[in-house]
Structure formats: structure tokens, C-alpha cells
């Protein structure tokens, strides 16, 4: 199975700072034969589901504000808030669909320093 | 609009069954392969397993941790997904949610609100 681990576990940053979180897979999720890498990341909110922000690494969903940028390839990958907002406190997981069993980080969350 | 509603959801005594239902609208259900995807409480996510389509067998796949207990179909005239989970635990109470796969293995682009399983005696 491909682990995914997250950093940090949580972060708290002022509002209209960055925030960065980190994502590591076990093995690479690039797929050599299309060069994408299958790694996800998602924003769940308190009684909420998760909600997709970014697939293929970098990819930002219809409808995510663009604060939210992805990055990284083959093990290594960063999800950034550019300038962090009120309503983006939240857990972020990142997501691995290059296999099964599909794999989640343990999270990470975000707080209003 | 793309809607997922799960159903089912309640309190069971270890050892017991439990069948969740997903009904889907405002999409071409047949095209996609579904997921279940599990969350115990204050934990993490958890993916249970997915059945690909008709194109591809319907085949399942599972998480280890409910392999042979768990098993996932679909009705693709009702647009419909489905959870039969046999022998539960209590480490198996958790909110179960359905999911979208966007492609054919592709990430998880819409989520039911999910419904809670709670395993007690």
C-alpha cells in the first residue's frame, strides 16, 4: 500500500499569510505512460464532506479560488493558500489514486493564528 | 446539479448487517466508477472500496480491513450505489460516505453528506 504522510499534522497562520502543507507518498504516483501524477487534495470543513480542490497535483477544481495552488511530482507535493481567509479553516488531506487501496494523509489543520 | 444521498445509516450490535444506499442524480451514473469512503469519529479518511462499470465488469476492489465482510454493488437503471456490510466491528463505526470517481480511477470530485454506522452492544 502507498502511505501518505502529511506536515504538519496542524499550523495556524494570520489571515492574509501563507499556508503550506506538505504531502510525502511511500512510492512515486507518477504515471510514467501520461507524465500525471494521481495525487488529490481536499478541504473538509466541520460536518461537511470532503470537497476536491485540486487532482492530477496541480489541477484546481471548477469553483476553487485560485489562493489554492498545488504542486510537486514522483513522492513530493505541496498544497499552498497563497493569502489564508477566514473561511479556509479547515482539515486538508491529500490523496493518492494511483493505486488501490487508494490512500489518504492523516490531515492536516489549519488555524487562524 | 450532481447529487449523492446515502441512506441507511443506524445502530448495529457487533457481529451485525447493515445495508447503506446512494442514490445519484444529475449525472450519467453508468459512466462512472462509485467509492465508499469511511471516517470514524475526530479520524481521518478511510477508503472502503469502488466498483468500476459496466464497461469494466463491474469489478470491486476493497480496503484489506473490511475485505470479505464488505460488499459493494450498483443498480445502474436506479443510479444507485450500495454497501452490504456483514460481521461488524465496532472499529467499523464511522460516517460512510459515497463518492464520485471522476474518471475511470480518477480522484473523488463529488461526496454524499454521508450517514453514521455506529457499532455498539
Known amino acids: 500500500d502507498i502511505v501518505m504522510t502529511q506536515s504538519p499534522d496542524s499550523l495556524a497562520v494570520s489571515l492574509g499569510e501563507r499556508a503550506t502543507i506538505n504531502c510525502k507518498s511511500s512510492?512515486?504516483?507518477?504515471?510514467?505512460?501520461?507524465?500525471?501524477?494521481?495525487l488529490a487534495w481536499y478541504q473538509q470543513k466541520p460536518g461537511q464532506p470532503p470537497k476536491l480542490l485540486t487532482h492530477?497535483?496541480?489541477t484546481r477544481e471548477s469553483g476553487v479560488p485560485d489562493r489554492f495552488s498545488g504542486s510537486g511530482s514522483g513522492t513530493d507535493f505541496t498544497l499552498t493558500i497563497s493569502s489564508l481567509q477566514a473561511e479556509d479553516v479547515a482539515v486538508y488531506y491529500c490523496?493518492?489514486?494511483?493505486?488501490?487501496?487508494?490512500?489518504f494523509g492523516q490531515g492536516t489543520k489549519v488555524e487562524i493564528k | 446539479e450532481v447529487q449523492l444521498v446515502e441512506s441507511g445509516g443506524g445502530l448495529v450490535q457487533p457481529g451485525g448487517s447493515l445495508r447503506l444506499s446512494c442514490a445519484a442524480s444529475?449525472?450519467?451514473?453508468?459512466?462512472?466508477?462509485m467509492d465508499w469512503v469511511r471516517q470514524a469519529p475526530g479520524k481521518g479518511l478511510e477508503w472502503v472500496g469502488r466498483?468500476?462499470?459496466?464497461?469494466?465488469?463491474?469489478?470491486?476492489e476493497y480496503a484489506a480491513s473490511v475485505k470479505g465482510r464488505f460488499s459493494i454493488s450498483r443498480d445502474d437503471l436506479k443510479k444507485s450505489l450500495y454497501l452490504r456490510m456483514n460481521s461488524l466491528r465496532t472499529e467499523d463505526t464511522a460516517v460512510y460516505y459515497c463518492?464520485?470517481?471522476?474518471?475511470?480511477?480518477?480522484?473523488?470530485?463529488?461526496w454524499g453528506q454521508g450517514t453514521l454506522v455506529t457499532v455498539s452492544s
Open positions: 463518492a464520485r470517481d471522476l474518471g475511470r480511477g480518477g480522484s473523488l470530485d463529488y
Open positions: 444529475g449525472f450519467t451514473f453508468s459512466d462512472h466508477y
Open positions: 466498483i468500476r462499470d459496466k464497461a469494466n465488469s463491474y469489478i470491486t
Open positions: 512510492q512515486s504516483v507518477l504515471y510514467s505512460s501520461n507524465n500525471k501524477n494521481y
Open positions: 492530477w497535483a496541480s
Open positions: 490523496h493518492q489514486y494511483y493505486s488501490t487501496p487508494r490512500t
